[in-house]
Nanobody, 121 residues
Framework: VQLQASGGGLVQTGGSLRLSCAAS????????MGWFRQAPEKEREFVAF????????NYGDSVKGRFTISRDNAKNMVYLQMNSLKPEDTAVYYC???????????????WGQGTQVTVSS
């Protein structure tokens, strides 16, 4: 499956952004979809994942209550709504696909190219 993330940009503290990830290729709805982020000189960090049907979600502690992951299997899309953004949310955000429920980057099989999110103070 090929993944293409978009929607990043520059936003002020407290603002919102919605990231999108378009999937093509193999059947989209067989995959658990996730979002990760990586800031300069830091390890890749788990942000969220969503189950195949969308009924199960999981979030990293740093984004709980602020970010919401969703998916539209009819459109082969996954989204990340980010609210109450903070400067520490600044990173490149990646969407990824896995065959199991996991928050471990190494267990994800496919990755998009990343989209930059910058939150100014």
């Amino acid at each position: 499956v090929q993944l293409q993330a978009s929607g990043g940009g520059l936003v002020q503290t407290g603002g919102s952004l919605r990231l999108s990830c378009a999937a093509s290729g193999r059947t989209f709805n067989i995959y658990v979809m996730g979002w990760f982020r990586q800031a300069p000189e830091k390890e890749r960090e788990f942000v969220a994942f969503i189950s195949r049907t969308g009924g199960l979600t999981n979030y990293g502690d740093s984004v709980k209550g602020r970010f919401t992951i969703s998916r539209d299997n009819a459109k082969n899309m996954v989204y990340l709504q980010m609210n109450s953004l903070k400067p520490e949310d600044t990173a490149v955000y990646y969407c990824a696909a896995a065959q199991i429920y996991t928050s471990t980057p190494e267990r994800f099989d496919y990755w998009g190219q990343g989209t930059q999110v910058t939150v100014s103070s």
